[in-house]
């Protein structure tokens, strides 16, 4: 039972963190975008918030 909640709150906590990263590297590519900047990068940040998505769903589904 605590292995569950264990594994729920930390799934959690890395899904919002992933989100924060995703938050912050958006704004440093608003404002730091040039024609070398990779084209992958918008796909990148949308896989991120997918796998952030999955995190925290992962955690939801373990702390139930």
Do not use: C, D, E
């Not at 963190?17 to 608003?30: A, C, E, G, H």
């Not at 404002?31 to 940040?45: D, E, N, Q």
């Not at 896989?47 to 139930?64: E, K, M, N, Q, R």
Request: charged content about 5%.
């Amino acid at each position: 039972m605590i292995t569950r909640i264990l594994i729920g709150t930390v799934s959690i906590l890395i899904g919002l963190f992933q989100f924060y990263n995703v938050y912050t590297s958006w704004k440093t590519l608003r404002v730091k975008m040039t024609a070398g900047t990779s084209v992958f990068m918008p796909f990148a940040l949308w896989y991120s918030i997918f796998f952030g998505l999955l995190l925290i769903g992962l955690g939801v589904a373990a702390l139930l």
